[in-house]
């Protein structure tokens, strides 16, 4: 069964369940105030490897609340 994220827009808690492809466009119930939640987009990260052994962003930066096209600059 796939992971789905989902963000509560009454608390703004993001958390992830897994369902069935076929829950796959219900809301679900927010763990903190169990409200009905829609599935949020998931973002994810990519990196790629150098020839010198370092690790770099693929497809911009690596995390949301950062500009830095490396995480040695932020600490992430």
């Given at each position: 069964?796939?992971?789905?994220?989902?963000?509560?827009?009454?608390?703004?808690?993001?958390?992830?369940?897994?369902?069935?492809?076929?829950?796959?466009?219900?809301?679900?119930?927010?763990?903190?105030?169990?409200?009905?939640?829609?599935?949020?987009?998931?973002?994810?990260?990519?990196?790629?490897?150098?020839?010198n052994?370092?690790?770099?962003p693929?497809?911009?930066?690596?995390?949301?609340?950062?500009?830095?096209?490396?995480?040695?600059?932020?600490?992430?």
């Amino acid at each position: 069964m796939p992971v789905y994220e989902y963000c509560c827009a009454d608390c703004n808690v993001r958390f992830e369940l897994m369902r069935s492809l076929s829950q796959s466009s219900e809301g679900a119930p927010c763990p903190k105030c169990q409200n009905k939640a829609p599935r949020a987009v998931s973002r994810f990260a990519s990196f790629s490897k150098g020839d010198n052994g370092m690790s770099t962003p693929i497809g911009g930066s690596s995390c949301g609340g950062c500009s830095s096209p490396s995480c040695s600059t932020c600490g992430g």
